[in-house]
C-alpha cells in the first residue's frame, strides 16, 4: 500500500512538471501576432521570408516598423493581416473542402506590391 501511495505521488508530480512544460512551451516569445500560428521568432521569420517577401516583393520594413515589430502603426500591417486572413478563409472554407492546392499571396500578387487586379 506504501508503494503505491508513493508511486502515485511520484506520477502526480510528473504529471504536473509536464503541464508547467507544457504551458510554456505554448507562451509565445512573439507580440501581437494575430493571423498567423507560429510561437517562435525563427518560424515567423523563415515564413516571412520564404512566402510573403518572394510573394509580395517587398522587405520587412514595408509593413514592420523595424524597431518594434509588434507596432501597428502602419497601415500596410493591417490590410496585409487582413490578406492574410482571407487567404485562410479561401483555403479552409474552397479549396480545402474541394480538394483542390491551397492559394497563397501569390495568386494576386505574383511578386508585387499591389495586384494587378486580374483575380
Known amino acids: 500500500m506504501v508503494l503505491k501511495r508513493k508511486h502515485l505521488q511520484l506520477i502526480l508530480c510528473i504529471a504536473l512538471i509536464s503541464s508547467i512544460f507544457a504551458e510554456d512551451e505554448k507562451k509565445s516569445e512573439l507580440k501581437n501576432v494575430q493571423v498567423l500560428s507560429y510561437t517562435k521568432k525563427a518560424e515567423i521569420m523563415k515564413f516571412m521570408k ?29 490590410v496585409s493581416r487582413e490578406m492574410m ?11 480545402k473542402p474541394l480538394g483542390l492546392h491551397e492559394v497563397s499571396c501569390w495568386v494576386c500578387h505574383q511578386g508585387k506590391k499591389h495586384p494587378d487586379h486580374k483575380c
Open 50 to 78: 520564404k512566402s510573403v517577401t518572394k510573394e509580395l516583393g517587398v522587405k520587412c520594413n514595408y509593413c514592420h516598423n523595424i524597431k518594434d515589430y509588434a507596432s501597428d502603426e502602419k497601415e500596410q500591417k493591417i
Open 85 to 95: 486572413r482571407m487567404v485562410k478563409h479561401i483555403n479552409t472554407t474552397t479549396m
